[in-house]
């Protein structure tokens, strides 16, 4: 399909989650309201806890960017007929490598380290995603259950290491050694912490988009998704194809896990990843699978987190109330998305008659 068709699809697919997102607010306002909390209030505050200045808009980015880089893993895995449903451990794989070599590596000169800690992170969670895709690619071994135990490892051993070898016993939680000044990335506004990781996720969706949709290795990937066994007859090897989809899929999380260390935290500890990984599923099926959708999937959920968070502090909207919040708008959008892919498959349907 050409590409400019995709990007015009998605364009004009985008009223649907837009009047999605509407009447979920008007929804979660009026149960805002049966719970006896200020409605007015407590939607103004989820405005303002991302738009209200640029400062608290750049947390808002900073908070989409690991869901920007898992999206676009998801997506593209997706895309070869591969769930991984392992982007939390990926993620957490390259932060740990690119935490690693940050600590290690005070001695080098910014730009060395910062390029190290990139090439750490991002082969890290290439790493992680190896052997699950191995096994899906050469015995056909449900990649769900792989990627979901290689999960528990990832988290098991941030643990370990923030409560032994890298532990800051100066801290009084447990955390590892803060990474070397010259590997913190730099803030790209004053005054405010944005890094650059969310622009370069968005580089990284349109060449991704541009890798999927105008070149051969976008046209196997796909063309395995849809139909493994007659791509097989056609020349295409699967097993390669759908090996090389989860690397590129865990190297994407991996790079996201550098960006959370490098740019946000800058040392590791036990909640890292809140889910960032599992929370990625949702942004890639709110964007059709689409790398470019997947920036904006990512930026409202980014926006609802940390308006969420806002609600709950300010207003005193309980942790829970908010969830359900979220949800509301998750499932307004996600209905409008199939809906949107009904119509456009009976459109398919119907040209194919």
Same mark, same amino acid.
């Given at each position: ?11 004009? !697919? ?49 908070? @989409? ?9 998801? @997506? ?14 990926? %993620? ?17 000169? !910014? ?17 992680? @995603? %190896? ?66 990781? %969310? ?23 796909? @063309? ?6 007659? +791509? ?32 946000? +935290? ?17 942004? +890639? ?11 904006? +999937?990512?930026?409202?959920? !980014? ?28 499932? %307004? ?21």
């Amino acid at each position: 399909m050409n590409p400019k068709k995709h990007i015009k699809d998605a364009l004009l !697919g985008a009223w649907r989650p837009a009047l999605a997102i509407l009447g979920a607010v008007l929804v979660s306002a009026l149960l805002l309201r049966a719970f006896g909390y200020d409605a007015g209030h407590s939607l103004a505050m989820l405005y303002d806890a991302s738009f209200s200045n640029l400062r608290v808009f750049g947390s808002m980015l900073n908070r @989409a960017c690991p869901l920007l880089f898992t999206g676009i893993a998801v @997506a593209i895995a997706y895309r070869g007929s591969v769930f991984n449903i392992g982007a939390d451990g990926q %993620f957490l794989a390259g932060a740990i490598v690119s935490a690693w070599i940050g600590i290690k590596g005070g001695g080098l000169p !910014g730009p060395l380290l910062i390029l190290l800690m990139v090439l750490g992170g991002t082969l890290a969670g290439a790493a992680w @995603a %190896f052997l699950p895709g191995f096994l899906k690619a050469r015995y056909e071994i449900s990649e769900v259950i792989t990627t979901i135990m290689f999960n528990y490892i990832a988290i098991q051993l941030v643990g370990y290491l923030v409560r032994g070898p890298l532990r800051d016993m100066a801290q009084a939680e447990p955390q590892s050694y803060a990474i070397a000044a010259q590997g913190w990335l730099s803030y790209l506004i004053p005054k405010t912490k944005l890094h650059p990781g %969310f622009i370069i996720g968005c580089i990284v969706a349109v060449v991704i988009f541009i890798l999927l949709f105008k070149s051969w290795f976008g046209y196997e990937v796909r @063309a395995v998704g849809y139909n493994p066994i007659a +791509s097989k007859y056609a020349g295409i090897s699967v097993t390669r194809t759908t090996l090389a989809t989860m690397l590129l899929s865990g190297a994407l999380c991996g790079l996201g896990g550098f960006f959370e260390v490098a740019g946000a +935290s800058h040392y590791l500890y036990e909640s890292l990843s809140s889910g960032y990984g599992y929370t990625a599923i949702a942004v +890639s099926i709110l964007a059709g699978n689409n790398p470019i959708g997947v920036i904006f +999937s990512a930026s409202l959920f !980014g926006f609802l987190t940390l308006g969420a968070t806002a609600m709950q502090r300010v207003i005193g909207v309980s942790a829970q109330f908010t969830s359900i919040v979220q949800g509301i708008i998750i499932i %307004f959008v996600a209905a409008a998305s199939v809906k949107g892919l009904q119509k456009t498959r009976r459109k398919a349907e119907k040209g194919g008659h």
